[in-house]
């Protein structure tokens, strides 16, 4: 996965939030996380990956939503001609006060505070 | 003439214990993917899973697909489910593979409503080069702060 791809990602994730305050602070092992203020978690949380430049994506959705949980992925490939191999992760986590954490492999972090 | 080969394969899966639409108690998702490509190969895989806890049982959902691709090879990718109860395993693999260039991606994601884990690993390789390997993983227990 390029740089760009990763990129993308995490600018969709943010746009996504809402505006990005410049407020942080850091997690017990370490990670320094951005505090996004005012987006309603009133859907539940979810997760998209993507790969192969783009072509190839999954995403989970888990809320509270009329069947409280829906799974949706699509996907399609292409092909590039140097040699790389790269890989993306992400995870997510409800705390007790409403707000989401979201972990990256690439070391971005972010705290998703519920609107008020 | 040339010949080209795509795979694709796109799995998802939910699992849900409870009737009632309420709020999660705690819930979370994880997700990784990655891609792979050499010479005329390339291979891409994805997963994501999640998990809701409510008073009333635990709603898990989960997603996997790949893609791989070449302009002279072999290509393949498959994904396979195992759904289990409220227990949900996901595996893709694609791979594809033009004489001694390959490129492969593999993406394993599990939760069973108390954990959830997804895993990503690739590779490519040129003979005569050393291989390029790429490896990712989330971890996480939803428990309560």
Known sequence: ?116 | MQRFALMLAVVCVSATTTALAQDCSLSGTVGSGGSASAGGTSASSVGTAGACQTDNGTSSSIASGGGAATDGGKAMSNTHVNDNGDKLKARTKAQAVDKGTFSKSQTKTTTDGDSLESTTRTMSHVPGEKPVKSRTNQTIIPEEE
């Open chain 1, 1 to 116: 996965m390029s740089i760009i791809t990763k990129s993308l990602i995490v600018a969709a994730a943010l746009l996504t939030a809402g505006h990005a305050s410049a407020e942080s602070i850091t997690l017990d092992d370490g990670t320094v996380c951005t505090i996004i203020e005012g987006h309603s978690v009133t859907g539940g949380m979810s997760t998209s990956v993507t790969a192969g430049n783009g072509k190839v994506t999954s995403s989970t959705t888990t809320g509270q939503t009329a069947s409280s949980s829906t799974a949706t992925s699509s996907a399609s490939s292409s092909s590039a001609g140097s040699a790389s191999a790269d890989s993306f992760s992400t995870a997510s986590k409800t705390r007790a006060d409403g707000s989401v954490v979201t972990k990256r492999s690439d070391g971005t972090c972010s705290i998703t505070n519920p609107s008020k």
